[in-house]
């Protein structure tokens, strides 16, 4: 099974985003991840929509995005024309979620769900046939460079272990504190895709640091 690599560009520098994105696009990454703050959700701010259509052009990778926002369904127009490729939202909002699920779906881009630490895996149950990632927070979000929560190993090995047993079409992406170790232990637990932020841009050469994850694990 190939693991999939997802640079989080939080790890970075926004003064240099236009490289960031050529560097992540000549790597082995298989996507960029885009970590959407809203200062509601989550209590950090980041960027919206109109950042991720300015930087489309300077990448043919898949762009992942994560919505760590509320009111979802009032802004999901502008990051599905923004060029998302995926969109993951947040079980915890309060709002229709098979109805998001359905947009973005009938859109052709690839839907996720997300779940903060404190949430069970089981909570994903009646919407996983709708959905193409499950993305398990292995750190509260909100905010880049924090410790890996091992308490999360679990969740991440039982939603895989069902998704297998039910021979779903949906793979599962760990986000936070992602390293070798930590992503060794993911990988071993189900994992298919690592968001890595912090650790890759705190290598130095960014091409080199994201390449040699993608090479660990494949």
């Known amino acids: 099974m190939k693991v999939k690599i997802s640079p989080s560009i939080l790890g970075g520098s926004f003064s240099n985003i236009e490289k960031i994105i050529i ?3 000549k790597s082995k990454a298989e996507y960029i991840h885009f970590d959407v703050m809203d200062g509601d959700f989550v ?3 980041t960027f919206g929509a109109q950042f991720i259509s300015d930087v489309r052009k300077f990448s043919r990778k898949i762009f992942d ?4 926002i509320n ?3 009032k802004f999901l127009d502008e990051y599905i024309n923004a060029g998302s490729d995926i969109i993951t939202f947040h079980y915890e909002i309060d709002e229709d979620i098979r109805k998001i699920i359905s947009k973005i779906k009938n859109k052709g881009i690839k839907c996720g769900l997300a779940i903060k630490p404190s949430t069970t895996w089981s909570e994903l149950l009646p919407y996983l046939d709708l959905i193409d990632q499950v993305t398990i927070m292995t750190v509260e979000p909100g905010f880049g460079g924090q410790k890996f929560m091992s308490n999360q190993v679990d969740k991440i090995k039982n939603i895989s272990d069902h998704i297998k047993l039910k021979k779903m079409n949906v793979e599962v992406e760990i986000d ?5 170790e930590t992503g060794k232990t993911c990988v071993e637990a189900g994992a298919d895709i690592l968001v890595a ?17 993608s090479d660990n694990f494949n």
Do not use: A, Y
């Open 71 to 73: 009111r979802v369904g």
């Open 197 to 213: 932020g912090s650790f890759l841009f705190n290598q130095g050469d960014l091409i080199s640091s994201t390449n040699k994850m």
């Open 43 to 45: 209590p950090n701010l």
């Open 176 to 180: 936070g504190g992602i390293n070798f």
């Open 65 to 68: 995005v994560h919505l760590m």
């Open 23 to 25: 560097d992540l696009d």
